[in-house]
């Protein structure tokens, strides 16, 4: 027997299918989001940097509705009260950083922070202030560590801080879905975590419900994150996905993100890495994608680590460890598998859960 398989969720259409103008600076007061305030709030300051995290999605079994911020990575966004950009509208003025791209556009409406914080604006009912805004990106496009979702997060972020943090995280969490749908599909399971923090749970998309699972506080989580030279676009990974599962694997697949949640609440990294390993829809059909992929989460597992899986499309592999030292052996043998079986050079990182999420930088008073 098989069952329809939702690969992607109808999005709620917030923005205008057709091509905008190619100005670089938009209008927030053009797109059909509801407007959160009545009033439309003052600048608070003059200007605000935020910072937002990456994030592992899915998580192994909990495909599009389980993720998970990570210490220590992430994009930065500055967002400015300009006079010389027209009222209500926003400008990028500037991307930077240690993976800023060719391929990232200045246009609001087509780069995932100008399109959140656009969302972000539409919300709060800005007209009256223009914005510049400047990306630092920190995190490699296409990398499974949650890219677009940083630069979204720390957008929209930014511009509720900067007229006093009317919105909350649910609706920032829409904001950024904005972004998410427009660049690789309606789904929350890197926005919400980078937004929230710590684990986050999606109980439904219509209407928007988010879960957060607190890891124990006296409990510490490391993840080995391995990314190889190689880029897997979402779009394309999720091409890749089966249309209908068998009964028997749905019922699997339910019975191991049920044991995820029940290991995350506890405390429990066996059981989290167990779990986290034992997706029987969705890695299989990207792994042979990625090469190495399934000889690195062997080695992964051979190695001491709890569990090992793809890191939301890849090509990143995440395993969940105990320690640092382990992490760092598990690390060195993740990436000699996809050297040897994958022929691509990889870099191997040992982090914290991120329990913040997507926080105000600095800021300059008015």
């Known amino acids: 027997m098989a069952i329809s398989f939702l690969s992607t969720f109808k999005p709620i259409a917030f923005f205008p299918t057709q091509k905008s103008s190619p100005t670089p600076p938009l209008s927030c007061c053009n797109l059909s989001l509801p407007t959160v305030t009545i009033t439309e709030p003052e600048p608070v300051f003059t200007s605000v940097q935020t ?33 010389s950009v027209h009222p209500g509208e926003i400008s990028i003025t500037e991307i930077y950083g240690t993976h800023a791209s060719s391929k990232l556009s200045k246009n609001p409406i087509w780069n995932c922070a100008g399109i959140a914080a656009i969302a972000a604006m539409k919300m709060l009912n800005i007209r009256s202030v223009g914005l510049s805004l400047s990306l630092e990106k920190g995190l490699p496009l296409g990398s499974g560590l949650g890219s677009s979702a940083a630069s979204a997060a720390a957008a929209a972020v930014a511009v509720n801080e900067l007229f006093g943090g009317k919105l909350d995280s649910r609706e920032l969490v829409l904001a950024g879905l904005e972004s998410e749908a427009k660049v690789s599909g309606y789904h929350a399971d890197n926005i919400a975590p980078a937004i929230m923090g710590g684990f986050v749970l999606i109980r439904s998309y219509d209407p928007l419900e988010l879960m957060r699972l607190e890891f124990p506080a006296d409990k510490e989580l490391l993840f080995v994150l391995v990314s190889p030279e190689f880029e897997a676009p979402t779009k394309k990974m999720r091409a890749a996905l089966p249309l209908e599962i068998a009964m028997p694997h749905h019922v699997w697949n339910c019975s191991q993100a049920g044991a995820l949640v029940a290991s995350i609440l506890g405390g429990d990294l066996a059981g989290l890495g167990k779990a986290l390993s034992s997706d029987k829809i969705v890695e299989p059909k990207r792994a042979p994608l990625i090469p190495g992929m399934e000889a690195v989460k062997k ?51 040992v982090k914290r859960l991120d329990r913040i999420g997507a926080r105000l930088v600095s800021s300059v008073a008015r």
């Open 51 to 83: 910072f937002a995290p990456a994030t592992v999605a899915n998580l192994g079994p909990g495909f599009d509705f389980l993720g998970c911020a990570v210490d220590g990575l992430g994009d930065h966004v500055s967002v400015t009260v300009d006079p």
């Open 299 to 349: 080695a992964a597992l051979e190695a001491g680590a709890f569990g090992c899986t793809i890191s939301g499309a890849g090509p990143t592999a995440v395993a969940v460890v105990e320690g640092e030292e382990r992490g760092e052996e598990v690390g060195r043998r993740m990436v000699e598998a996809f050297r040897r079986e994958g022929n691509l050079e990889s870099v191997a990182m």
